[in-house]
């Protein structure tokens, strides 16, 4: 798809936007790189949950189930119980297990290595049929653990996105994944996704945002700034 005139400009501010941010926070740290299916499992633990939490829930899973296969098999009251620290077990649990199975399904294997071999419209759609997965979750697990160019969309990504002029005003989060893809630069967004997000939870709060000392606030179009102390 080629870029409009409207597109080009904000891909401009979006790479000026990464430019800031790397000077500001520095290359973000993520958690160790996994494997895509244990990436894809902690993801879905991360939904609704802090990262202290996910990562409790992760570690008890793969203390009392040493493979992927023992964790599909698994009695599911007793992975439900397993993982309770993360919430809502009763969805994730099932979740997980179906996810698994599905992997099986189409591969006879617990891996997701496969997806390499697709493009990132295709592998999406994979796993974006399995239940619970979404696009962001998706996008996590492809750029993170696959090396594939997804941009994964949270609400703090969208919300910064929106505010400082990078997408379209009135466009929704499942097309925001697609719109940050075709304008940013592949090479980056994993690291610009994480920055964006330490941009929201320190300075472009949900209701409040701390715009004096933000990084990037004379790029942005927000315009109920707030430059109180």
Request: aromatic content about 6%; charged content about 25%; proline content about 6%.
């Amino acid at each position: 798809m080629s870029l409009t005139a409207e597109d080009r400009l904000r891909s401009e501010k979006l790479a000026k936007v990464h430019t800031r941010l790397m000077a500001a926070f520095g290359e973000p740290d993520w958690h160790e790189l996994m494997p895509a299916v244990d990436e894809l499992v902690c993801t879905i633990l991360s939904q609704n949950t802090n990262d202290i939490n996910r990562d409790k829930a992760f570690r008890a899973l793969k203390e009392r189930y040493p493979t992927w296969e023992e964790v599909r098999d698994a009695d599911p009251a007793e992975l439900q119980y397993v993982i309770r620290i993360a919430g809502l077990a009763l969805q994730k649990g099932p979740n997980i297990q179906a996810a698994l199975k599905a992997i099986t399904a189409e591969q006879g294997t617990i891996s997701l290595e496969w997806l390499k071999e697709l493009n990132v419209e295709e592998a999406r759609d994979w796993l974006t049929q399995l239940k619970g997965v979404g696009p962001k979750t998706a996008a996590i697990v492809m750029v993170f653990s696959l090396g594939m160019p997804a941009f994964p969309v949270d609400t703090h990504v969208f919300r910064v996105t929106g505010r400082i002029g990078l997408r379209p005003a009135k466009m929704n989060v499942e097309k925001t994944h697609a719109y940050l893809e075709m304008i940013g630069d592949p090479a980056v967004f994993g690291p610009l996704h994480l920055n964006l997000i330490t941009l929201g939870r320190e300075y472009c709060l949900a209701r409040k945002p701390k715009c004096s000392g933000c990084p990037v606030v004379d790029l942005c179009d927000y315009p109920d700034k707030d430059f109180e102390t």
